[in-house]
């Protein structure tokens, strides 16, 4: 256990063989039931999140958990894509673009994950404030909850291949949208590794930061938007835009929250909040005075 506090190929080791583990419970699960593919998806992904929630207990760490996010739909997008009978252009297309943000989020995990001896600081005052609930909070909050917000994001993407139905052209205009929304984050996360390894100033004002405080979180958001519009452009349900609605308001609510708050204990955070946005890269309107 020491070994993996501070051995990163070690730890990254385990947490491979934590999600193989995951993803052959899930993939059984959905071969050895008969339920509808949407629930039969939801119940894998739950049970999958059990297992690597099990594994955060046995390491006493919630960052087992972290790769979760971007792998979950990786794995699921790739599956249905092999069992499709007609695949046009248009699906490929799709699927590449999720494979594309699933690949660009989890290689910025695996290059700022650094072992077992780091858990993300949300998480530290998740416990710290909880204290005895903590078990419950860690379970409910920090695994299901994403667990089921990813899942409602990624499923306009599969009911399209479910369907396996023709998308029509200007849905592309859509999936370039999370195309470019993956690619910002991919900008915004290689500009502030430079800023860390150079820190110069209190907060980073460099590149896609210099207006706004989370572009990575305005990509996240615009990249499920993309995939919920190409999904009502092809089949016409607007119940494929609620995970882009619960995912946008978890990070409106609850994420930038949390981040301002706690670079709020730096100084000058408060006139940095007034000339920056929190999502929006434009300029801060000037107030008259």
């Known amino acids: 256990m020491k070994k993996l506090q501070t051995s990163r190929p070690l730890s990254l080791l385990v947490i491979f063989l934590i999600y193989a583990l995951a993803t052959a419970v899930g993939v059984v699960f959905t071969m050895a039931t008969?339920?509808?593919w949407w629930i039969s998806i939801l119940l894998a992904d739950v049970l999958a999140t059990i297992v690597v929630f099990v594994f955060s207990l046995i390491f006493n760490n919630a960052s087992v958990?972290?790769?979760?996010?971007?792998?979950?739909?990786?794995?699921i997008v790739v599956a249905y894509l092999f069992r499709m009978e007609t695949i046009s252009p248009y699906h490929v297309a799709l699927v590449v673009a999720v494979l594309l943000w699933g690949v660009?989020?989890?290689a910025n995990w695996i290059y700022t994950f650094t072992g077992f001896g780091y858990q993300d600081?949300?998480?530290?005052?998740?416990?710290q404030k909880t204290k005895g609930l903590y078990p419950v909070v860690n379970l409910l909050g920090i695994h299901m909850f994403p667990t089921l917000v990813v899942y409602l994001c990624i499923m306009p993407a599969v009911l399209v291949l479910e369907m396996e139905a023709a998308m029509p052209p200007y849905s592309m205009a859509f999936v370039a949208l999370s195309v470019l929304a993956a690619t910002l984050q991919g900008v915004a996360d290689c500009q502030m590794h430079k800023y860390r390894k150079h820190r110069t100033t209190t907060f980073i004002r460099t590149g896609l930061w210099k207006h706004s405080r989370h572009p990575n979180y305005l990509g996240e958001i615009l990249m499920w938007w993309g995939i919920g519009l190409a999904s009502l452009a092809t089949?016409?349900?607007?119940?494929?835009?609620l995970g882009a609605i619960v995912n946008t308001l978890m990070f409106l609510c609850i994420s930038i929250p949390m981040a301002d708050k706690r670079q709020a204990r730096k100084?000058?955070?408060?006139?940095?909040k007034k000339q920056t946005w929190?999502?929006?890269?434009?300029?801060k309107p000037q107030r008259k005075k």
């Open 267 to 272: 100084e000058g955070f408060a006139e940095y």
């Open 235 to 241: 089949t016409g349900m607007a119940l494929v835009l």
């Open 104 to 106: 660009r989020l989890t």
């Open 121 to 127: 600081w949300r998480y530290v005052m998740l416990k």
């Open 34 to 36: 008969e339920f509808d």
């Open 278 to 283: 929190a999502l929006l890269p434009l300029p």
């Open 65 to 75: 958990y972290d790769p979760y996010w971007s792998i979950q739909p990786i794995v």
